[in-house]
């Protein structure tokens, strides 16, 4: 069935350091992909999508590429304030059904 | 735009009350809104699929008497924790696409802010 995998947290880093967090999926179709970003105390909010292969989604610094030949969506950032601490989820949407969310990946960043 | 309010952000209540949780699509309408429990090391889990005008739709091992959930209208959803057991502490989060661009294949979930319960 249609899945999303993302690396296990948390992850640690120093602030100005380079992110990469995983995410694959499997998908019968042709997904959409997003990156959600949880605060902590609040909801989930976009980040970014992309809705076909190559497309690259990009906001506050983040970006991801759209994978077809690798399914992957990885999400990078080249420097990483302490503000960007948070949980970070994957996820697809296929035919506009269900959302299908990876477990999340918590992430710190110190001073 | 697209913004989701979810109400009460936190709630404490006795063991054996009812709680419940709204979910208001404030600038766009929503016939189908999405309401998701997080545990512990935060992995989401969708509960049920609430459906305006109509019952909703309860994953396998939700148990439907226990979460009772009303959309009653196009803005509004509602989920009511009944007969709540310290097991039931949890944060809910509901989630909403917008009625007319929701069809779309890349049509985001726009998210509330959750409301964290827990049950004495």
């Known amino acids: 069935g249609d899945s999303v995998t993302q690396m296990e947290g948390p992850v640690t880093l120093s602030e100005e350091a380079f992110l990469t967090i995983n995410c694959t999926y499997t998908?019968?179709?042709?997904?959409?992909l997003f990156w959600y970003v949880q605060y902590p105390g609040e909801g989930l909010q976009l980040l970014l999508k992309?809705?076909?292969?190559?497309d690259k989604g990009s906001n506050k610094g983040f970006e991801a590429t759209y994978r077809k030949e690798t399914t992957s969506f990885h999400l990078e950032k080249g420097s990483v304030q302490v503000s960007d601490s948070a949980v970070y989820f994957c996820?697809?949407?296929?035919?506009?059904?269900?959302?299908?969310f990876g477990t999340g990946t918590s992430l710190t960043v110190i001073p | 735009g697209a913004v989701v309010s979810q109400h009460p952000s936190r709630v404490i209540c006795k063991s054996g009350t009812s709680v419940k949780i709204e979910c208001r699509s404030l600038?766009?309408?929503?016939?189908?809104m999405f309401w998701y429990r997080q545990f512990p090391k935060q992995s989401l889990m969708l509960m049920a699929t609430?459906?305006?005008?109509?019952?909703?739709?309860?994953e396998q091992g939700v148990e439907k008497d226990k979460f009772l959930i009303n959309h009653a209208s196009l803005t509004l959803s509602t989920l009511t924790v009944t007969s709540a057991h310290p097991e039931d502490s949890s944060f809910y989060i509901c989630?909403?696409?917008?009625?007319?661009?929701?069809?779309?294949?890349?049509?985001?979930?726009?998210f509330g802010n959750g409301t964290r319960l827990t049950v004495t």
């Open positions: 989630s909403a696409r917008d009625r007319f661009t929701g069809s779309s294949y890349n049509s985001p979930l726009h």
């Open positions: 998908a019968t179709g042709y997904p959409s």
């Open positions: 992309a809705t076909k292969a190559d």
């Open positions: 996820a697809l949407i296929l035919d506009g059904n269900q959302f299908y």
């Open positions: 600038d766009f309408q929503a016939t189908t």
């Open positions: 609430s459906n305006e005008g109509s019952k909703a739709t309860y």
